[in-house]
């Protein structure tokens, strides 16, 4: 069954705005590393944001720190992905995952549970 599920995709101009929403069971969202990862067109997927659900440490890739922030709504078991000044380059399917390994700070890119992914279009 669907364990993550992800909203606020779509298309923007660039130098717009978007949010994306990830919310998730109770028992997966408590007390874990959880976020935001992106594969762009012929690129590999990579980290964006992940942060702790219970107020630990937050990881920001170089290329969207500045620009995106990560955050959390405990009462709706629900991470965000705020989104500004978009680029072009910035074009990719966001995925939502959580339980996600961290070493020295980073994620690893290995996580227990995925969503669907939703579509950010950056013109």
């Known amino acids: 069954h669907v364990q993550l599920v992800e909203s606020g995709g779509g298309a923007v101009e660039a130098g717009g705005s978007l949010r994306l929403s990830c919310a998730a069971p109770e028992g997966i969202y408590r007390r874990t590393f959880m976020g935001w990862f992106r594969q762009r067109p012929g690129k590999e997927r990579e980290a964006v944001a992940i942060t702790g659900t219970n107020g630990g440490a937050t990881y920001t890739s170089d290329s969207v720190k500045g620009r995106f922030t990560i955050s959390l709504d405990n009462a709706k078991n629900t991470v965000y992905l705020e989104m500004n000044s978009l680029k072009p380059e910035d074009t990719a399917m966001y995925s939502c995952?959580?339980?996600?390994?961290?070493?020295?700070?980073?994620?690893?890119?290995?996580?227990?549970?995925w969503g669907q992914g939703t579509q950010v279009t950056v013109s």
């Open positions: 995952a959580a339980k996600c390994a961290m070493v020295s700070g980073r994620p690893t890119g290995a996580c227990t549970y």
